[in-house]
């Protein structure tokens, strides 16, 4: 008989916090329609519970999170097919920065693209030592589309959201630390240790209060969001239309360099 495939998304509960595992290790945890819905199902059950105060979302050694799954969007012929596939995928992105219970992204290795953009939705980061944090939409010939060039803006600030963005530039840890991106930085091997102490600390805090915080610094450089987030996925509906995302994402898949011919 054969075994049953591990789930892609694993929840834990350890008293009052939930440690949810982002689980598709051979596919460096890329963000599949599949397994996104199962996030979403996840947070919205540990939402529902009373007994649960915090969340810690996690991926594995090697990424948190190497982006939206590529392979899944290599063949989106147009804005209007992108669209139709793409916008309920995205917004589940904005269903994790809606969380009303305290979420921690607990960042190791890859976090690229969507994946950062997952992290950037969440309210704390702590990155291991060895964490890469990055934007590299742009090679495959479309731009962030689930929040990045809105929330790293606001975290890191015009300039260095500009570098990576258009670059595609990479931030280790400790420059993530140092440019807001991530508020701590640990060892690999303490880093679910480090994250599940600091929700045991939110867990015991009074969990209106902590609401209204979260809201309240939201607020703080939270002006406009919606219609930020609202261009930037038109802007990335429409890259669809362009010969270059195709090139771009099928040489991704083909492992060879893309040819950008800007039509
Ligand atoms: C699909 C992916 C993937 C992704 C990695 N893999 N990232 N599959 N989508 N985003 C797969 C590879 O195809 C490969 O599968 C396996 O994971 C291991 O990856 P390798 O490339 O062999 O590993 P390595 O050489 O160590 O390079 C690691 C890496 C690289 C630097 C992280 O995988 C990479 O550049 N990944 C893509 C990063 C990226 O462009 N992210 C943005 C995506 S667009 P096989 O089967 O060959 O072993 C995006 C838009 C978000 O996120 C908003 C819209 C929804």
Request: aromatic residues 4%; charged residues 25%.
């Amino acid at each position: 008989m054969n075994a049953q495939p591990e789930p892609e998304v694993q929840v834990e509960r350890d008293g009052a916090v939930a440690i949810v595992t982002l689980n598709r290790p051979r596919a460096l945890n890329a963000l599949s329609s599949t397994l996104m819905k199962a996030l979403a199902s996840a947070l919205d059950e540990l939402e529902a519970s009373p007994d649960i105060r915090a969340i810690v979302l996690t991926g594995g050694p090697r990424a948190f999170a190497a982006g939206a799954d590529i392979s899944e969007m290599k063949d989106l012929a147009s804005g209007k097919a992108a669209r139709a596939a793409l916008s309920e995928h995205l917004a589940r992105w904005d269903r994790v920065g809606r969380l009303k219970k305290p979420v921690i992204a607990a960042v190791a290795g890859y976090a690229l693209g969507g994946g950062c953009e997952l992290a950037l939705a969440c309210d704390l980061v702590v990155a291991a030592e060895d964490a890469v944090f990055g934007q590299p939409e742009v090679q495959l010939g479309v731009i962030p589309g689930a929040g990045g060039t809105q929330r790293l803006t606001r975290a890191v600030g015009k300039a260095l959201a500009m570098d990576m963005v258009l670059t595609g530039r990479r931030l280790a840890a400790r420059e993530a630390l140092e440019r807001g991106l991530v508020s701590r930085v640990v060892a690999p091997e303490v880093l679910l240790d480090e994250a599940k102490r600091l929700a045991r600390r939110l867990a015991e805090l009074a969990p209106l209060a902590l609401r209204a915080a979260k809201l309240s610094v939201a607020a703080a450089c939270d002006r406009g969001l919606d219609s930020g987030l609202k261009a930037e996925r038109e802007a990335f509906y429409g890259l669809f239309d362009t010969s270059d995302q195709a090139e771009g994402m099928r040489a991704f898949v083909e492992k060879r360099p893309p040819v950008f011919e800007g039509k």
